[in-house]
Nanobody
Framework: VQLQAFGGGLVQAGGSLRLSCAASNVSIRTYRMAWYRQAPGKQRDLVAAITGGGRTNYLDSVKGRFAISRDDAENTVYLQMNSLKPEDTAVYYC??????WGPGTQVTVSS
C-alpha cells in the first residue's frame, strides 16, 4: 500500500484548504482512514477519522471546522479544513487502517 497526500500549503487565518490522500495497490473500502497532525516539538495527534461505514470522529478543537470524507471509488480520503487558525499549523499525515502512513504535507496558517 502506498499513500500520497496532496493539498497542503500556506493560508491566512480564516482560510480553507482541502487535503487529499490517494491510496494505491489496495482498496481503502473496508479500512478506517484517518488524518493526523504533528506540530514541531509536539506529539502526533489524531485530527479526524472515518470508518469503512462512514462513521466519523474529530479532535475537539477542529469540530465544526474540519470535515473528513472518503471516495472509495477513487480510493481517496479528503480533509476539508475551514476557518483555519494559526494553531492548525502542522504536518498532516494520512493513515490507513492504523498501520500505513503516508508522507506528510505541511499546512501553515499565518495570522
Amino acid at each position: 500500500v502506498q499513500l500520497q497526500a496532496f493539498g497542503g500549503g500556506l493560508v491566512q487565518a480564516g482560510g480553507s484548504l482541502r487535503l487529499s490522500c490517494a491510496a494505491s495497490n489496495v482498496s481503502i473500502r473496508t479500512y478506517r482512514m484517518a488524518w493526523y497532525r504533528q506540530a514541531p516539538g509536539k506529539q502526533r495527534d489524531l485530527v479526524a477519522a472515518i470508518t469503512g461505514g462512514g462513521r466519523t470522529n474529530y479532535l475537539d478543537s477542529v469540530k465544526g471546522r474540519f470535515a473528513i470524507s472518503r471516495d472509495d471509488a477513487e480510493n481517496t480520503v479528503y480533509l476539508q479544513m475551514n476557518s483555519l487558525k494559526p494553531e492548525d499549523t502542522a504536518v498532516y499525515y494520512c493513515n490507513q487502517g492504523g498501520t500505513v502512513w503516508g508522507p506528510g504535507t505541511q499546512v501553515t496558517v499565518s495570522s
